[in-house]
């Protein structure tokens, strides 16, 4: 194993061995995904426990997501694996009414302060409102199609911690 990646382990690992299947498949599979679908990371978080995060991107629909969730609701899960669900935000409400409580759910971007009149954005007290315990900053796309740089990035995720999210 090179040594960069002697802290990670395979996804299908982290599955207990009755569920054939992982996390990322199935968003792909059910999402209906386009282009390379969802990528999924599996590392040490702070907690000591493995991480798997699936976000979703802007993919699905109420039919397509609800499939997804019955299925992750009847998978039979790692003790030691934290594990956190992205969904498109109009699609939160409805995964986090769903899911099992074993699967955390986080937002899939956040705004850099307390909000205001910043059409589309979605404010760190939103995403706590609504139940979330993460959120995602600084994606690929994020930063090379919409522009955000690192110290863009540093300054939401900053805000996001200081008001109890955990950032991805």
């Known amino acids: 194993v090179r040594s960069e990646f002697a802290g990670l ?17 199935q ?11 969802c990528r999924g990371v599996v590392t040490m978080a702070g907690t000591g426990k493995f991480f798997v995060g699936g976000n979703w991107k802007c993919n699905g629909t109420k039919d397509s997501i609800g499939k997804l969730v019955t299925e992750l609701n009847n998978a039979k899960l790692e003790d030691d694996v934290d594990i956190v669900v992205a969904p498109p935000f109009v ?14 759910i986080s937002g899939q971007n956040s705004w850099v302060g ?5 059409t589309g954005e979605i404010s760190v007290e939103q995403l706590n409102d609504i139940g979330c315990k993460w959120v995602i ?3 690929s796309e994020r930063r090379h199609v919409i522009g955000e740089d690192n110290q863009f990035i540093g300054k939401k995720s900053a805000y996001a911690v200081t008001q109890g999210l955990k950032v991805i």
Do not use: M, P
């Not at 382990?9 to 498949?25: E, G, M, P, Q």
């Not at 307390?114 to 910043?118: D, M, P, Q, R």
């Open 114 to 118: 307390k909000g205001g009149a910043f």
């Open 137 to 139: 900053h600084g994606h």
């Open 27 to 37: 968003v792909q599979r059910n999402v209906q995904a386009v282009g390379n679908g």
């Open 91 to 104: 699609y939160i409400d409805q995964v986090k009414s769903s899911l099992i409580d074993r699967i955390e």
């Open 9 to 25: 382990r395979r996804l299908d690992s982290v599955f207990n061995k009755d569920t054939r299947h992982c996390l990322f498949a």
